[in-house]
């Protein structure tokens, strides 16, 4: 038990601004990132994967449900592996986990860069970072 | 809001804050491990060649799979509980203790994992 007890202030005396916001969006995009990864191993334990992969090749697919992280296993039909439904799922997680990383990359960047110039410049090239990767890795989880 | 730090690297590398300051910077450790492996694998996925089969390389060695997976299971299991404590700002008082019930939910998971990879790449 820690010495000094916590202190909770309301919302209505904190204000909600952008920071606020991005402190919601890191917490509730990991419950958000445990739930997807959750649906994809269910999806995956329906589709045969118990009989048909090992647990690491099925966790490799909860991580990203991508057909090509089922590829070097027992499965002895792409297709279910394969829909638009599953490349959405995936389009999802990519993108929830990519902005809750850039953001933290912003976070720890700005407990290092002083500048207040620097710091702009930082994030302006994590927009540009979130949006080049997340539209590259959509394009692979399309085409793959 | 600018810093200024009147300490030296050799004060700040001794500062003992001990059990949540470990988890403070295994979390960044494991998020900035991930975050360039996820960058460098969506990358080398739309660009293949030689450099994606060198990188490939890379992702198969025990050693870099041990690495990765230690990042994301520490920050996923890290990462849940600052989500709870921070959703419940009651628990807060019990950080300590949640502390030390997240390592003992990762070191098994993490030792057994880190074995089967052992085991696997050296043909147990």
Same mark, same amino acid.
């Given at each position: 038990?820690?010495?000094?007890?916590?202190?909770?202030?309301?919302?209505?005396?904190?204000?909600?601004? +952008?920071?606020?916001?991005? =402190?919601? +969006?890191?917490?509730?995009?990991?419950l958000?990132?445990?739930?997807?990864?959750?649906?994809?191993l269910i999806?995956?334990?329906? $589709?045969?994967?118990?009989?048909?992969?090992?647990?690491?090749?099925?966790?490799?697919?909860?991580? $990203?449900?991508?057909?090509?992280?089922?590829? #070097?296993?027992?499965?002895?039909?792409?297709?279910? =592996?394969?829909?638009?439904? =599953?490349? /959405?799922?995936a389009?999802?997680?990519? +993108?929830?986990?990519? #902005?809750?990383?850039?953001?933290?990359?912003?976070?720890?960047?700005?407990?290092?860069?002083?500048?207040?110039?620097?710091?702009?410049?930082?994030?302006?090239?994590?927009?540009?970072?979130?949006?080049?990767?997340? /539209?590259?890795?959509?394009?692979?989880?399309?085409?793959? | 809001?600018?810093?200024?730090?009147?300490?030296?690297?050799?004060?700040?590398?001794?500062?003992?804050g001990?059990?949540?300051?470990?988890?403070?910077?295994?979390?960044?450790?494991?998020?900035?491990?991930?975050?360039?492996?996820?960058?460098?694998?969506?990358l080398?996925?739309?660009?293949?060649?030689?450099?994606?089969? *060198?990188?490939?390389?890379?992702?198969?060695?025990?050693?870099?799979?041990?690495?990765?997976f230690?990042?994301?299971?520490?920050?996923?299991?890290?990462?849940?509980?600052?989500?709870?404590?921070?959703?419940f700002?009651?628990?807060?008082?019990?950080?300590?203790? &949640?502390?030390?019930?997240?390592?003992?939910?990762?070191?098994?998971? *993490?030792?057994?994992?880190?074995?089967?990879?052992?085991?696997? &790449?050296?043909?147990?």
């Amino acid at each position: 038990m820690s010495d000094s007890k916590s202190r909770t202030v309301p919302l209505s005396k904190r204000g909600l601004n +952008f920071e606020t916001l991005m =402190w919601y +969006f890191t917490r509730l995009s990991a419950l958000a990132m445990y739930a997807l990864m959750l649906f994809a191993l269910i999806g995956a334990l329906v $589709m045969g994967a118990r009989n048909q992969m090992n647990f690491a090749d099925v966790m490799r697919w909860a991580f $990203m449900p991508n057909a090509a992280h089922v590829q #070097s296993t027992n499965v002895p039909d792409l297709a279910p =592996w394969a829909t638009t439904f =599953w490349k /959405a799922v995936a389009g999802l997680l990519l +993108f929830v986990a990519s #902005s809750h990383g850039v953001h933290g990359l912003v976070v720890i960047a700005d407990d290092y860069i002083p500048g207040k110039g620097a710091r702009k410049v930082i994030r302006l090239l994590s927009i540009v970072m979130l949006a080049s990767v997340t /539209a590259i890795g959509l394009y692979v989880l399309w085409t793959s | 809001m600018g810093l200024s730090r009147n300490v030296s690297l050799w004060t700040g590398l001794r500062y003992k804050g001990q059990g949540p300051y470990l988890t403070f910077i295994l979390h960044r450790i494991g998020g900035l491990g991930m975050g360039v492996f996820v960058t460098m694998h969506i990358l080398v996925s739309f660009l293949g060649g030689s450099v994606g089969l *060198f990188l490939n390389d890379i992702y198969k060695h025990w050693a870099f799979q041990i690495f990765i997976f230690f990042c994301a299971l520490f920050h996923a299991v890290n990462g849940l509980r600052i989500t709870i404590l921070d959703l419940f700002p009651k628990l807060i008082d019990h950080h300590r203790e &949640a502390i030390w019930i997240e390592w003992a939910v990762f070191l098994p998971l *993490f030792g057994v994992s880190a074995l089967v990879i052992l085991m696997t &790449a050296w043909g147990g």
